[in-house]
């Protein structure tokens, strides 16, 4: 049997932002260096501007009738809370954030949360199956869960494949990761493994939950301007133009997306 590497493990490097080399991923270190680059890179600023409009626009079509809280996992070096200061952030690394949460054992009441948000994060949550049950039991009925994650093109599967330091493995035949390293485990594969490839067994397991939304992103400038790990492609003189062509661009989304937003409703009962 031959042992070709996988995915994520050919090319890396080639592509990675010096800054982060020598840094633990998942680190306090880590989350502070993505940070700056989220806030010093206008393309990637707008482009998280753009995911944190559209995941909380989700949660505002939950009906009013249904009180609850709004929950980040995984907050790591996102700022939603500047555009919501409602939102209750949390990771599983103290610090940076307002509580420290496990994805799989939430620590909240029976429908309790109106949202649950996630960005760049299922892909990291070691049992999936844990997290949908934990989002099912903690969601009030009609409230959502919202994220944005790696998608399926040939162009993400190529840069997050060869060139991003977590995992990306399409051929993985399981929901669940090595929890050993929660960083090194990930496989950016996974909600195109579950919620497309698997699809029938996600509609199976969990009736309760209709996906409503699978939309691919615009993704030139996040791809130009180095996202929060690789090098910063784009002079600063140039900013406005890739602006324009980032719109442009998107008729190209079923080759080259690298992102898509997801919606997941609870069923109301």
Known sequence: MSQE?????????????????????GSPEWFEIQRKFILSRPLVRSTYDQWYRAMLADVASVPLERPGDILEIGSGSGYVKTINPTVITSDIVEGHSDRVV??????????SLRGILLTHVFH??????????????????????????????????????????????????????????????????????????????????????????CELLPWLGYAMSGGVTRRDLVPRGAVKLISVLDKIATIANPLCALHWHIRIRKLAQ
């Open 5 to 25: 590497a996988p995915e994520s493990e050919q090319g890396r490097d080639l592509l990675d932002s010096p800054e982060l080399l020598g840094i633990e991923p």
């Open 102 to 111: 496990d994805a799989q054992a939430l620590p909240f009441s029976n429908e």
């Open 124 to 213: 990291h949550i070691p049992d999936v199956r844990r997290f949908l049950s934990e989002a099912e039991r903690t969601l009030v009925p009609g409230g959502v869960i919202s994220m944005i994650d790696v998608c399926h093109t040939p162009l993400a599967r190529l840069l997050f494949g060869r060139f991003h330091p977590e995992g990306y493995d399409s051929s993985a035949r399981e929901w669940a990761l090595d929890s050993s390293q929660a960083m090194a485990g990930a496989n950016q594969a996974l909600t195109w493994i579950v919620l497309r490839r698997d699809r029938e067994l996600f509609v199976k397991e969990w009736p309760m939950f209709a996906l409503e939304c």
